[in-house]
């Protein structure tokens, strides 16, 4: 093989490259506006949007690490100064709903992050768009009744840590942009309980026997049982705390309105 054809060869491959490369860079000015900060280190939010199956390339794990954290502390800290009489247990409850994954997951498909995410894994994709289509039905929350890919929340995480780690730890820079990103902030008008929680609350102040029946395994249901009368039913088969979440809430609404068992 002649040095000339070796030098034609390497000069096609870096013909082919330039494309990627310029798509990379674009994309990385464009999630700048998105997020509204100019990164130093460019390549900090290039690893934010990196899942752990893009091969050749550091993931976001160690940023999401530090930016779980971060958002933790800056939500703690927000909330304590804006409700000063809620007490501890309700200021828990409202931080977490206001970073839980579903929370975070809803802000990365409203700001688009999920379109940049570099991944080889083709079950993602489809979770992502089976929970963007989910979201219509749910404009706030849905309290435990969809699933939410935690990749999603994940990158959330990821960029509030790269910004963090960009800013020289500066908590004011990465508050700027977290305190946008999750607008509308949940607050305690708007707290719901859990499904579940909710079912046993309403059955106690009923006097209601409640039972649950777990058919998971086999199904992918659960069923619910009031005064040994089947009056909800739930079913994902992905996960069993979704398929239980909505057996409560059909359980919750056919006591509320009076409806007769399944």
Request: hydrophobic share 35%.
């Amino acid at each position: 093989m002649t040095d000339k054809f070796l030098t034609a060869i390497k000069a096609k491959i870096k013909v082919m490259r330039l494309p990627e490369e310029n798509k990379s860079s674009a994309s990385i000015e464009e999630m700048e506006k998105i997020i509204g900060y100019k990164f130093k280190k460019k390549i900090l939010l290039q690893q934010a949007f990196t899942h752990p199956s893009f091969h050749g390339s550091e993931s976001y794990e160690r940023l999401e690490y530090v930016g779980d954290s971060i958002l933790n502390f800056l939500i703690s800290k927000q909330q304590f100064f804006m409700y000063p009489d809620l007490p501890p247990g309700s200021l828990t409850a409202l931080r977490a709903a206001n970073v839980d994954t579903e929370k975070l997951a809803r802000v990365a498909v409203k700001y688009n992050f999920h379109k940049y995410i570099r991944h080889e894994n083709p079950t993602l994709s489809k979770q992502i768009r089976v929970f963007t289509r989910a979201l219509g039905k749910y404009p706030l929350h849905s309290y435990g009744l969809i699933d939410a890919p935690k990749t999603l929340a994940d990158i959330v995480e990821s960029t509030l840590g790269a910004i963090y780690v960009d800013s020289n730890s500066s908590i004011d820079a990465t508050w700027e942009v977290a305190k946008i990103l999750l607008e509308p902030m949940i607050t305690p008008e708007m707290l719901q309980k859990n499904p579940v929680r909710k079912l046993n609350e309403l059955c106690h102040k009923k006097k209601l026997k409640v039972r649950f029946r777990d058919k998971w395994l086999k199904e992918g249901v659960y069923e619910v049982f009031i005064d040994n009368k089947l009056r909800g039913r739930g079913e994902y088969q992905a996960k069993k705390e979704i398929a239980l979440n909505r057996a409560a809430e059909d359980a919750c609404n056919n006591i509320i309105n009076g409806r007769d068992e399944h």
